[in-house]
């Protein structure tokens, strides 16, 4: 019996491109003999089409494409994808009776790494691949993460956190408490989005105005962060309650740092795999991972990032991406793979996860019975 599994991609964010090239990826990398493929692309405006030409989905784009509207509905009696406005339409279940279903979510940033479709899942009964909601939604923002991840006892990078309110309301004086506190350079961030999206650094006055209204296109919120002189360190984690961690890769940035267009399309930046780094850096690097994994309550995946500082040799933490990069140039692989385990395996050890994680979740009460009050 196929593993039915429904691959969600594209969705309403700025990282709406990097998710097709991921999905693309994992759908070339299913096994055909294993899993039962239903491709769903979500297009910019939030709409669920069950696919008919994935392929055309991921090479074009999910709107030209076109297919079947759908929608997943948070009713874990039904567990199941219904269609919109045609009601003559079929479409496979969900959870048909002896068939294995599984949510494969390849989205970044904004209504699929923050934790919103992870709780539309849980509301449906499904299993699904990777973190759950609380862990995407600390992972994906930065403010929140540092402050958990403070907590745990891990190094972060001084920051201050700016309103988009705040900002267009007074921004004269936002300027003078980001100088004050670190002046320059630093690092402009929206709070929540992934891939480098809307990340510039500023040298100047002039430059942190622009970088600040650039952000701020994206997010409520803004992360002003001090520039470090630092090499970026990265892990992979995979693994439930027992999470494994590979070994450490480095990104050197074919740029001035390591961008949306470095990461994607000017493919200058150099991955080094494994980093070089001493037995006990190594060691180090790889606890703070954990620590950092467990911290946000994470499971299935996750790639950490870090800054190993030039000067004192001091790690700090900079992310945990809960739904990382799954392209030909992405590290999350690439490490895995360094770590003895390719790209099939990896796959099929994500999903193995969500239904062991299922499973696990099945033990759990959530209504009191007459004996229990």
């Not at 297919?67 to 003559?88: K, N, Y």
């Not at 989205?107 to 849980?122: A, K, R, S, V, W």
């Not at 691949?129 to 923002?141: E, K, P």
């Not at 950490?304 to 590290?331: A, C, H, Q, W």
Request: proline share 7%; aromatic share 8%; net charge negative.
């Amino acid at each position: 019996m196929k593993t039915r599994v429904y691959l969600i991609f594209g969705g309403r964010s700025g990282e709406h491109e990097v998710s097709l090239m991921s999905a693309r990826n994992v759908m070339e990398a299913l096994d055909q003999d294993r899993y039962e493929v239903v491709p769903i692309g979500i297009t910019k405006e939030g709409r669920w089409l069950l696919t008919g030409d994935p392929m055309k989905a991921l090479l074009e784009g999910v709107e030209r494409a076109g297919g079947m509207p759908v929608a997943l509905l948070g009713d874990p009696t039904l567990r199941s994808l219904v269609p919109v406005g045609q009601t003559d339409a079929v479409v496979p279940p969900a959870a048909a009776p002896g068939v294995p279903a599984v949510f494969f979510p390849v989205l970044h940033g904004p209504f699929g790494e923050d934790g919103t479709i992870q709780g539309l899942l849980e509301m449906a009964g499904v299993p699904y691949v990777g973190c759950g909601v609380l862990a995407s939604s600390a992972g994906m923002d930065k403010a929140i993460a540092k402050a958990l991840f403070a907590q745990a006892g891990l190094r972060v990078v001084p920051a201050v956190t700016v309103l988009r309110s705040q900002w267009e309301g007074t921004p004269a004086d936002v300027i003078c408490q980001v100088e004050a506190r670190f002046g320059y350079p630093v690092f402009v961030k929206p709070a929540n989005l992934g891939s480098s999206v809307g990340v510039s650094k500023a040298k100047d006055r002039a430059g942190l105005t622009e970088a600040i209204h650039a952000a701020c296109r994206f997010d409520r919120r803004v992360l002003v962060e001090q520039a470090v002189n630092a090499r970026e360190i990265e892990l992979a984690i995979l693994g439930n309650d027992e999470p494994f961690v590979s070994i450490p890769g480095e990104i050197v940035p074919g740029a001035e740092f390591y961008s949306y267009e470095d990461k994607y399309f000017d493919d200058k930046s150099e991955a080094r795999i494994p980093a070089d780094l001493s037995p006990e850096q190594v060691r180090e690097v790889q606890q703070m991972g954990l620590t950092a994994y467990r911290a946000i309550d994470a499971a299935g995946m996750a790639r950490v990032d870090f800054f190993l500082d030039k000067t004192t040799g001091e790690f700090y933490i900079n992310e945990v991406n809960t739904i990382p990069g799954f392209t030909r140039i992405s590290m999350f692989p690439k490490l895995m793979e360094a770590s003895g385990l390719p790209y099939p395996k990896l796959v099929d050890r994500l999903i193995e996860l969500s239904l062991e994680r299922w499973q696990e979740k099945q033990r759990t009460t959530f209504t009191l019975g007459p004996d229990q009050t």
